[in-house]
């Protein structure tokens, strides 16, 4: 059975139309069953969250198509978690996308061969966008792992989404171990600063949350060398990311077979050139630091 395609959207319907166009150049499509939930107003009338209403009511073209309207807004955290979570309790794997994502030609053969090839690995989930990255001399692959999951076009299954702990119990003697924080940051310092912020109710992250639990399982994801999907939220008409060019990417060319590397096929030169991508600013990197001394004090940790 095809794992299903979940589509997170609130208020941006010229966004989500593009998305479903995107999707409909796919050749799976018509044989994809969709489903959609839409987050509810802030405020009674919101005529965008009207528009996007509308929208999908109109969209065809898939095997099928199901809608979950949220009665009120719930914010985009628990719109995925929640969402997730019950269409796990029908499928074994999903692929999940946010409105303001375009998607290749070839996105949906991808994500359904790789969730079909590492199903029985130790891989956490299947990236659909990478940034741009150096390859090094030789490398024959058109996947890498890497210890940090991507929320712009994903994939997973549900013996691992059932490894998050939304609650971060263990954060405390996880945040007091330096080695373990320094290991956490291997993919881009500004992971644990973000499950910090989360913590203390500064931000509210599904990502940061599922990203932890795949650290704490050894579990890597697994992303493409060359990108399926592009993040069309850039533009900052969004919540997370503002108007930046930062995360432009190559796409990937059609390839009748696609060769998997292992999941423990780490390099080091690709490691380097994402995590540059991810890493804060040395001003920024600073006052992070500082953050978890003051943490540490506060908690009497050493």
Known sequence: MNPPVIIFAYNRAKHLKRLINSLLQNAESSETNVVIFADGAKNQGDEKVAEVAETIREISGFKSIRTVFRNTNIGLAKNIINGVSSIFE??????????????????LRYMKTALDYYKDTNAFSIAGYTPRIALPNGYNYDTYPIMRNCSWGWGTWKNRWELVDWQTKDFDSFFADSNAVKQFNIA????????????????NSWSIRFCYAGFKAAMPTIYPTRSYVLNGGADGSGTNVGSTTRYETVTAERK???????????????????????????????????KRKIWQLKHHTK
């Open 90 to 107: 029908e499928f074994e794997e999903a692929i999940v996308l946010e409105d303001d994502l375009v998607v290749t030609p070839y996105f």
């Open 188 to 203: 881009g310092n500004d992971l644990s600063t973000m499950l910090l912020k989360q913590v203390e109710g500064k931000i």
């Open 256 to 290: 009748n077979d696609i060769n998997f590397c292992n999941t423990t096929d780490g390099n080091e030169i690709i490691l380097k050139s994402f995590r540059e991508t991810y890493n804060t600013s040395t001003f920024r990197s600073l006052i992070n630091w500082t």
